[in-house]
């Protein structure tokens, strides 16, 4: 399966949708298209993994790399409408601790 990647912008709020699979595939052009938005002073990324059924390391890896230039610029990151098994994935990694998640 494919990853649909829908961004929307405005100022320095980023909305991102995500529907599909996050994998070793699919996890470059993700990267590719949100790194850069991160890169903004003050940025706000909200990202929607409401339709992601999959999520592997290298997926995991994308986020943290958005994290961290999002908070040396200023910025946040939110993750959003997760799955249970999506938020159980991050929060066994550690990294539910450091990120804003939320299920709903």
């Known amino acids: 399966m494919n990853l649909s990647i ?3 912008q405005k100022n320095e709020e980023v909305s ?3 529907a599909g699979e996050i ?3 699919t996890a470059p052009n993700l990267r590719e298209e949100l790194l850069p938005l991160a890169d903004k002073k003050n940025t706000t ?3 929607n993994l409401k339709d992601v059924s999959y999520l592997d ?3 995991l890896g994308v986020f943290v ?4 230039k999002l908070k040396e610029n200023g910025g946040e990151l939110r993750l ?3 799955s249970d098994r999506l938020k159980r994935l991050f929060e ?3 990294l539910g601790n450091i990120m804003n998640i939320s299920a709903n």
């Open 57 to 59: 390391s290298t997926g």
């Open 16 to 18: 991102v949708i995500l």
């Open 45 to 47: 990324m909200m990202i």
């Open 65 to 68: 790399g958005i994290f961290k």
């Open 6 to 8: 829908d961004v929307h």
């Open 80 to 82: 959003m409408e997760l």
């Open 92 to 94: 066994i990694t550690g």
């Open 23 to 25: 994998d070793a595939f």
